[in-house]
């Protein structure tokens, strides 16, 4: 199916028919796109998956085309702390403060000291390790993309 034919099924869908002036159809549109770009953004959550260990380790991920930003929220630093994406490209850090954190993904470097490429590579899962969180006990938490399987 053409992406046309799609989109004035989904008109169709919504009782837009053909016949309709061009300009009703055009806000029609507008408003189906608007709902999708809604839906997607409510659904943004459901993309990602994260699990953590029992210490509690609340971290918030956002990632840019260069950057990571982990917000730590929770209301202790961690300490001794080891990122790895993709299981091959680790950061450390001696310590992770509360709030967010940004770091550039070239930063990252694989057991040969090649760097991440975010020009040509995907961040798809990450793994946390944090020596002392809360109560200076261990800590981990790993997320993966809703797309990795």
Sequence with gaps: MN???GIFGILTLIGVRPGFPPAARKMALIL????????????????????????GLQPALTFSTTNMMIDNGNDFVWSGVTLTINKNYRYQADKMPRGVSSIHLAEFRDAQGN??????????????????????KPGSFDWKSFFEK
Excluded: R, W, Y
């Design 32 to 55: 189906v796109f608007i709902a999708l770009g809604l839906f997607s953004t409510a659904c943004s959550p459901l993309l990602s998956e994260g699990t953590g260990s029992n210490t």
């Design 115 to 136: 760097a991440f490429n975010p020009q040509s590579m995907v961040p798809h899962q990450l793994n946390i390790q944090v020596q002392a969180g809360f109560e200076n």
């Design 3 to 5: 992406i046309t034919k």
